[in-house]
C-alpha cells in the first residue's frame, strides 16, 4: 500500500520564497520534502498577523491535516529555499 502511495506521487519544485499551500485554502495534497526547507505561518483565533509556528526540512511532510478533517488548511507553508516536494494528490 505505501508502494502504491509512493508510485503515484509527482515532483513539484518551488523557489524560495513562495507558498506551497495557504491557510484557508482547500486540502486536496499531501506533501513531502525532498530538497530544502519551509516555515510553516498559522493566523490563529486572537492574531492579526500570520505568527511563525514551526520550520520544516528534508523528510518533513505537510498537508495531512486539512485531508483527513475534509476542512480548509489551518497553515500556510513557505519556503526558505529552492525547494522539491513529493505530492501525492
Not at 491535516?65 to 475534509?70: N, Q, R
Amino acid at each position: 500500500m505505501v508502494e502504491m502511495a509512493f508510485a503515484k506521487m509527482h515532483t513539484l519544485k518551488i523557489p524560495k520564497g513562495e507558498a506551497a499551500i495557504k491557510q484557508g485554502e482547500e486540502g486536496n495534497s499531501y506533501y513531502i520534502i525532498t530538497e530544502g526547507s519551509a516555515e510553516v505561518y498559522s493566523i490563529g483565533l486572537y492574531d492579526d498577523e500570520p505568527q511563525k509556528i514551526a520550520e520544516l526540512t528534508e523528510g518533513d511532510a505537510f498537508g495531512c491535516e486539512a485531508l483527513i478533517s475534509g476542512s480548509t488548511r489551518s497553515e500556510t507553508v513557505v519556503m526558505m529555499e529552492d525547494s522539491v516536494l513529493s505530492v501525492l494528490d
